[in-house]
């Protein structure tokens, strides 16, 4: 029994079923009413205008049919020879529209009718037509002839037209009754100004007032009735009873009435008892029929008030109903379907998920966002892993990238390093050939102009020992250079491999190198602990054994060496300075450095290049290289190596 229930609170499928077949059997249950009523209330609308309608109309039809055949009469009275036609004609239109009203419609007035139309026939013939000659007054018989050729048939015309135009309207039947009525109510009107016409002159002295007093009435009621809308047929009636007023005028001034008192008494006598009890009876009858449009008229409208009302509950009902349904799919479906949405789309472009509200439910919407879930976690799982794999495989990538940095960069600083050794020796080079082959060929002069001198035998044995002696020193000094030459070139030759030394054990061997010619000067000699340096052991020998000659030939008599070590004021590798004392004041700059350089006080002495190949030892070692020698002052060589301040 309640499987059902069950299935609609866990599944949507059947909810959405559910509220398709309720909201389709409502929509067909007002559709349906809404159809019924509407038959319903448009069958007893047409019922009542097929019944009262024509009736009404036939009714006010047959009040003016009597009040013409009145005028017939006193047509005749003026002497209208074709008023006895007319009287049967109009008789013939109001038995016609007789037979076409039932007895019903006239709510018991038929009989009455009946009677006073008989009467009015008998007495008409009878005291009226049979008893008086038409032809006598030849001028009220033409006022009657004019009278219906230009005045009552064209009326008549326009009357039917306006009667027609009212009822080809759509739109409330009330107003469209009421403006039928005001039509007829004016047709009477225009009777009555034509009566009071015929009757003037058939010899009735108070036509006149009559005529004017109806005039009036005519005016107010057309005035009352027009709309505003055009209308030909208005303007048309408008017209022939301004002309009508004209031509009755007239005839008031110009026709003096005679005094045909038989005639207008047999007249006065039907008019009396049977043309106004006759109206009268279509009056009652008229007003009944009106009365009847009322009544039922109320009774269609509380059927449709009630109709309308019971249509708006229902629709209400509906209404809120499908009101409760929206909120509870709002709630149940579509916000659930949109934070699905969102939370696809946050999946999609990778942002948290936490935010979005889902609540535990066992249809299937719960699948789905359990499944979602599920899904999430295992994608959050895979992230997690393949960002772990990521991040590993970036720092082994990175640290790749770095050492090949690293080993690109340590290669460009030695390529640099490489590149500027080769450029200054390069510049060396093309000095170094300048200078050398001047400095070769002066010697060599000395020897051959020596030689010559020796040729000629034109020296004393005593000159000649002088220039044997000279011919040595030169010897001695192109021997001395060219060792210096080579030990320069030489220097690329002994970088065989690095290794770790300490810089005292080295400073201690070239000490020892050079420790008599120390001795034969007094020398004395001082310096630090110098740390251990990862450096070409030959090469620093040859760099301090450098530094030891330069001090022993322009040092002073009485030298004193230091190597000390200070640090740099810019934070760079400590500096070692190698210091000895000079007797000259000459200001020394590092252009000593440079190949075949050679000071001021002492341009005899050395070949000038030993502070070259110091220079060269440091730049191999990867330092820089300066001179301090202020005017008075001790002669300081400044040198860096690389790896100086390494632990």
Not at 216 to 223: E, I, Q, T
Not at 415 to 443: G, K, W, Y
Not at 604 to 630: F, N
């Amino acid at each position: 029994m309640f499987r059902p229930f069950k299935r609609f609170r866990t599944s949507i499928a059947w909810r959405l079923r559910s509220a398709l077949v309720i909201g389709t059997t409502s929509i067909l249950s007002i559709a349906w009413f809404q159809i019924h009523f509407d038959t319903v209330a448009e069958r007893n609308i047409q019922s009542f205008v097929d019944d009262a309608v024509p009736a009404s109309l036939a009714t006010m039809t047959m009040l003016l049919k009597v009040s013409e055949l009145n005028v017939d009469l006193l047509a005749h009275a003026a002497g209208d020879p074709k008023a006895r036609s007319g009287f049967e004609e109009h008789l013939a239109e109001f038995r016609r529209h007789r037979a076409s009203v039932s007895a019903t419609s006239l709510h018991g007035e038929a009989g009455r009718l009946d009677d006073y139309l008989e009467d009015i026939v008998s007495l008409s013939r009878d005291r009226v037509f049979d008893a008086y000659d038409p032809g006598e007054p030849e001028s009220s018989g033409n006022a009657a002839l004019e009278l219906e050729r230009g005045i009552s048939a064209p009326l008549r015309r326009s009357f039917e037209e306006l009667i027609e135009a009212e009822l080809e309207k759509t739109g409330d039947i009330d107003a469209r009754m009421d403006r039928i009525t005001g039509i007829f109510a004016i047709e009477r009107a225009v009777v009555a100004m034509s009566t009071s016409y015929l009757a003037h002159g058939a010899g009735d002295r108070e036509a006149a007032g009559r005529f004017q007093a109806a005039f009036d009435a005519f005016g107010a009621m057309l005035d009352a009735w027009d709309s505003g809308e055009p209308s030909h047929a208005l303007a048309e009636i408008r017209r022939i009873v301004d002309e009508l007023h004209g031509r009755a005028t007239r005839l008031f001034r110009s026709h003096n009435p005679d005094a045909r008192k038989d005639i207008l008494t047999a007249i006065a006598f039907i008019e009396r008892y049977y043309f106004q009890p006759a109206r009268e009876t279509l009056q009652i009858a008229f007003d009944r029929i009106l009365n009847n449009i009322d009544e039922n008229r109320d009774r269609l409208s509380t059927k449709l008030d009630f109709t309308t009302r019971f249509l708006q509950v229902t629709s209400l009902c509906t209404l809120v109903i499908f009101i409760v349904f929206a909120f509870h799919f709002d709630r149940k479906l579509v916000r659930p379907i949109l934070h699905i949405e969102d939370f696809i789309e946050r999946m999609r472009t990778r942002r948290p998920v936490d935010g979005i509200p889902f609540e535990k439910r066992p249809d299937e919407i719960g699948a789905i966002q359990e499944s979602l879930l599920s899904y999430n976690r295992e994608s959050c799982e895979l992230e997690r892993l393949r960002a772990e794999q990521l991040r590993s495989a970036e720092r082994e990538h990175h640290s790749e990238l770095h050492r090949a940095y690293e080993e690109l960069k340590n290669r460009k600083q030695d390529l640099d390093i490489q590149t500027d050794r080769l450029r200054r020796a390069n510049a060396e080079l093309e000095r170094f050939v300048s200078i050398s082959s001047h400095d070769l060929r002066e010697p060599l002069k000395n020897i051959l102009g020596l030689c010559r001198l020796l040729q000629t035998g034109d020296a004393r044995s005593a000159d000649m020992d002088v220039y044997l002696e000279k011919i040595i020193a030169s010897a001695s000094r192109m021997g001395a250079l060219i060792d210096d030459l080579r030990s320069l070139t030489r220097l690329d030759q002994n970088r065989v491999e690095r290794e770790i030394r300490p810089l005292n054990a080295i400073i201690d061997s070239v000490i020892e190198e050079h420790r008599m010619a120390l001795d034969e000067r007094g020398a004395e000699t001082a310096f630090v602990d110098l740390p251990t340096l990862d450096c070409f052991p030959n090469i620093l020998w040859q760099l301090f054994d450098n530094l030891v000659r330069n001090a022993l030939r322009h040092g002073a008599v009485r030298l004193r060496i230091v190597i000390a070590l200070r640090d740099d004021p810019q934070g760079g590798p400590q500096i070692i300075v190698f210091t000895n004392n000079r007797d000259n004041g000459e200001q020394a700059g590092d252009e000593l450095l440079l190949p075949f350089r050679k000071g001021h006080a002492s341009p005899e002495c050395g070949t000038g290049i030993g502070l070259s190949i110091v220079r060269k030892a440091v730049d191999m070692h990867g330092g820089r290289i300066w001179i301090e020698c202020p005017r008075d002052g001790d002669f300081s060589v400044c040198f860096t190596l690389k790896g100086l301040n390494d632990d």
